[in-house]
């Protein structure tokens, strides 16, 4: 099994050159929108979002996370690793999301893709007390890929539930699912969702979800589906069902084909808002960081900063529900970052 693939990022870069495709007839959708609307007034808008100072109690509540890539459970990374993690992840991490799968299209999770999990968890309590440890857990969905997981079968919803058991059988502490592109409304994945709880509740551990960014203009998502055949956003409704049935919802807020800081900054403080006001107080809400670098239709590396985004969840953040405990960044990812992506991750985030 190729694990390259599931070792990049939760997002877009990831998929084969059919789903890059699409990219095309969404950016292409965009263009669209834009000559529907007027032009000035979308971008007036976005670059008003945009505008201002963070409000000074925008930073991080020490409940911010991590995606960390495969070579942590697969044996690439040792001791000397372990040690120095505490430095790298140094600021407001709680979490970190740890690549375990892929999940096989039938739900399964082979146990011999994460050899080195007991050594990882074991350093990172020593090393990090109080950071918790979750397996991330990923693969392609059905109906977009046909060969990937086909969450309204029942079958497949209890092997994946099955496989989250296993994780926490090896001694994770919590299960986050990385599974797209879910379409909004889908039923399958809220079953889903409501059947791992019940073991990760049972358990008292945290279940974890990356998803899509939420509908920028009503109906968006529909739009998206009938013109590109594929499931960018979530409406805002579907956003909130899942975010009650999981303890943690963690937006992927990058891949917008936003052309440059300014419009990203006021995306991004716009994905914000809409988040907050459907995310329960109870819901850690993680607003993503895009800590890698890319020039494709839809991430424009220039545009889309760590210090961009930043701004754009403080500003959110700050104008919605500054005084909110439940709320924090994750950085993706470890084996992309760079030294100026963590900088500014604790500089203009954690103000240290």
């Given at each position: 099994?190729?694990?390259?693939?599931?070792?990049?990022?939760?997002?877009?870069?990831?998929?084969?050159?059919?789903?890059?495709?699409?990219?095309?007839?969404?950016?292409?959708l965009?263009?669209?929108?834009?000559?529907?609307?007027?032009?000035?007034?979308?971008?007036?808008a976005?670059?008003?979002?945009?505008?201002?100072?963070?409000?000074?109690?925008?930073?991080?509540?020490?409940?911010?996370?991590?995606?960390?890539?495969?070579?942590?459970?697969?044996?690439?990374?040792?001791?000397?690793?372990?040690?120095?993690?505490?430095?790298?992840?140094?600021?407001?991490?709680?979490?970190?999301?740890?690549?375990?799968?892929?999940?096989?299209?039938?739900?399964?999770l082979?146990?011999?893709?994460?050899?080195?999990?007991?050594?990882?968890?074991?350093?990172?309590?020593?090393?990090?007390?109080?950071?918790?440890?979750?397996?991330?857990?990923?693969?392609?969905?059905?109906?977009?890929?046909?060969?990937?997981?086909?969450?309204?079968?029942?079958?497949?919803?209890?092997?994946?539930?099955?496989?989250?058991?296993?994780?926490?059988?090896?001694?994770?502490?919590?299960?986050h699912?990385?599974l797209?592109?879910?379409?909004?409304?889908?039923?399958?994945?809220l079953?889903?969702l409501?059947?791992?709880?019940?073991?990760?509740?049972?358990?008292?551990?945290?279940l974890?979800?990356?998803?899509?960014?939420?509908?920028?203009?009503?109906?968006?998502?529909?739009?998206?589906?009938?013109?590109?055949?594929?499931?960018?956003?979530?409406?805002?409704?579907?956003?909130?069902?899942?975010?009650?049935?999981?303890?943690?919802?963690?937006?992927?807020?990058?891949?917008?084909?936003?052309?440059?800081?300014?419009?990203?900054?006021?995306?991004?403080?716009?994905?914000?808002?809409?988040?907050?006001?459907?995310?329960?107080?109870?819901?850690?809400?993680?607003?993503?960081?895009?800590?890698?670098?890319?020039d494709?239709?839809?991430?424009?590396?220039?545009?889309?900063?760590?210090?961009?985004?930043?701004?754009?969840?403080?500003?959110?953040?700050?104008?919605?529900?500054?005084?909110?405990?439940a709320?924090?960044v994750?950085?993706?990812?470890?084996?992309?970052?760079?030294?100026?992506?963590w900088?500014?991750?604790?500089?203009?985030?954690?103000?240290?």
């Amino acid at each position: 099994m190729d694990l390259s693939a599931w070792t990049r990022r939760p997002g877009w870069l990831r998929v084969p050159r059919l789903l890059r495709r699409r990219w095309v007839g969404i950016t292409l959708l965009l263009v669209g929108v834009l000559l529907v609307l007027p032009v000035g007034g979308l971008v007036l808008a976005l670059r008003l979002a945009d505008a201002g100072e963070p409000d000074a109690r925008a930073r991080t509540r020490g409940r911010d996370a991590a995606w960390l890539g495969h070579a942590w459970v697969d044996g690439r990374k040792g001791p000397a690793d372990y040690a120095a993690l505490p430095q790298l992840v140094r600021g407001g991490i709680r979490d970190l999301y740890v690549h375990t799968g892929p999940l096989a299209n039938d739900g399964s999770l082979p146990a011999a893709l994460y050899p080195k999990a007991a050594e990882l968890i074991a350093a990172v309590h020593r090393e990090l007390p109080g950071v918790r440890v979750q397996a991330w857990l990923g693969d392609v969905v059905a109906p977009e890929h046909p060969e990937g997981l086909h969450l309204e079968q029942p079958e497949v919803r209890q092997r994946i539930t099955e496989s989250a058991a296993q994780v926490l059988d090896a001694g994770f502490d919590g299960v986050h699912y990385d599974l797209e592109p879910v379409a909004s409304g889908s039923a399958g994945y809220l079953a889903l969702l409501d059947q791992t709880h019940r073991v990760t509740a049972a358990r008292g551990v945290p279940l974890s979800v990356a998803v899509p960014q939420i509908d920028p203009l009503p109906g968006l998502h529909a739009l998206a589906g009938a013109a590109a055949g594929h499931p960018k956003w979530w409406s805002q409704e579907y956003f909130g069902q899942v975010a009650r049935r999981v303890e943690q919802i963690a937006v992927m807020s990058y891949d917008t084909s936003m052309p440059v800081p300014s419009l990203y900054g006021g995306y991004v403080a716009q994905q914000t808002e809409l988040a907050l006001e459907v995310t329960p107080q109870d819901v850690d809400l993680l607003m993503g960081l895009p800590a890698y670098w890319a020039d494709t239709w839809g991430h424009r590396g220039s545009a889309e900063t760590v210090p961009a985004a930043v701004r754009g969840v403080r500003l959110g953040l700050g104008r919605a529900d500054a005084g909110r405990s439940a709320f924090g960044v994750a950085v993706y990812a470890d084996f992309s970052a760079t030294e100026a992506d963590w900088a500014a991750y604790r500089r203009d985030w954690c103000g240290c």
